[in-house]
């Protein structure tokens, strides 16, 4: 049975510091894109970062402009596990965080969520004082 779990989630300061995973089950996630997306609340779902061709020398990630420098996808095929590294957290990170896959899932500054096939149940951040 194909599936995706996220896990990682949790309540932390501003400031402060998670590491979201995404494990695969059923199917082999280098065979495909992998992306984070995140919705907040009241908030549209958004793409957050995404990886693809991994691994070395060709892979290739995406992030987004708002969470650029802070955010950092990597992936571990050995462990058919992509992470996603939060850092600087702000209260405007705050949301239900996704991972998606797709063989053919836009990675680029569109991410086009319907381009992913398969999603995880998702994985709760709350940043707050």
């Known amino acids: 049975q194909l599936q995706l779990v996220e896990s990682g989630g949790d309540l932390v300061q501003p400031g402060g510091s998670l590491k979201l995973s995404c494990a695969g089950s059923g199917l082999r996630l280098d065979y495909y894109v992998v992306a984070w997306f995140r919705q907040g609340p009241g908030r549209e779902r958004e793409g957050v970062s995404c990886?693809?061709?991994?691994?070395?020398?060709?892979?290739?990630?995406y992030t987004a402009d708002s969470v650029k420098g802070r955010f950092t996808i990597s992936a571990d095929p050995a462990m058919n596990m992509v992470s996603l590294q939060m850092n600087s957290l702000k209260v405007e990170d705050t949301g239900i965080y996704f991972c998606a896959v797709g063989a053919s899932g836009q990675c680029d500054g569109s991410m086009q969520s319907s381009t992913f096939n398969y999603w995880g149940q998702g994985t709760e951040v709350t940043v707050s004082s």
């Open positions: 990886i693809k061709n991994y691994p070395p020398p060709n892979d290739y990630t």
